[in-house]
């Protein structure tokens, strides 16, 4: 999905701009899924599209990792529906620190 697909759902749904853009999405799943749900970084960046650095180089590694990435993309859709039933928020501060209230 593109920058401006994510940007202009986030316009339908009134988020603003000064609230949240389509990479600062991606860094806040990215983040979340690593601290919160323990998901390896290795998974998370090949979801997100990103060269994963790897000894053998990639010529030789074709992984794709797609049953542990339909796992964290439904852990994922799980932790979303906690958020929206009323369980825990996660606030990035402009320090880049997260704050957690409650608990998931």
Do not use: C
């Amino acid at each position: 999905m593109s920058d401006n697909a994510l940007l202009a759902a986030m316009r339908r749904m009134d988020i603003g701009k000064e609230e949240q853009t389509g990479h600062g999405s991606s860094a806040t799943a990215r983040t979340i899924l690593d601290e919160k749900l323990g998901i390896r970084p290795d998974i998370i960046e090949h979801q997100l599209g990103h060269t994963v650095r790897d000894p053998l180089g990639r010529a030789y590694n074709r992984t794709q990792f797609l049953p542990e990435r339909r796992k964290m993309m439904q852990d994922w859709a799980d932790y979303l529906d906690r958020l929206k039933a009323g369980a825990a928020v996660v606030s990035i501060g402009k320090t880049g620190q997260l704050s957690l209230r409650n608990s998931i």
